[in-house]
């Protein structure tokens, strides 16, 4: 049951709807992907603190937009994460955009994003494909439970 006069704080259950969108408006995420309203504990960590702190004081039905550095996400984009690797190296087709496994600095296979390529040799970007961009969360209040610890004994 909706309780419309209570407003989020810290420690409260919270449920949620979501949709999250790069700067051009692309989505990259939302909770109707994910399989509908989420349940979270505010300032459990459950989602960027940004997103948390952000919907404190917000009641059911309020939806807010809140900016989401990429430091609570992707993290900063790391020009030290672009590499040249020998062609050799990688196991798949060749192509600017691709993204293939490849061995980063320790061997270990990750994703990475072909930029350029030579005869010989490729530049590979092992940052995530988000990593620097800033997330725009709009969150729509549905219900509010000031005490979610007493539902989770029973």
Not at 28 to 47: A, T, Y
Not at 66 to 84: A, E, M, N, R, S
Request: hydrophobic fraction near 40%.
């Amino acid at each position: 049951m909706e309780n419309h006069t209570l407003r989020v704080d810290f420690g409260f259950g919270v449920v949620i709807e979501y949709q999250i969108r790069l700067k051009s408006g692309q989505i990259v995420d939302s909770s109707e992907k994910s399989g509908g309203p989420v349940r979270l504990i505010c300032g459990n960590g459950d989602f960027p603190k940004p997103v948390e702190e952000g919907i404190i004081g917000l009641k059911p039905g309020d939806v807010k937009v809140i900016p989401v550095p990429p430091q609570y996400t992707y993290g900063l984009y790391d020009p030290k994460q672009v590499v040249l690797v020998a062609a050799e190296r990688i196991y798949e087709e060749i192509a600017v955009g691709k993204m293939v496994k490849a061995p980063d600095e320790f061997g270990l296979k990750r994703p990475a994003v072909i930029k350029r390529f030579w005869e010989g040799a490729v530049l590979l970007d092992f940052n995530h494909p988000l990593a620097g961009q800033t997330m725009l969360f709009e969150v729509k209040i549905r219900d509010i439970d000031p005490d979610p610890a007493e539902k989770e004994q029973n």
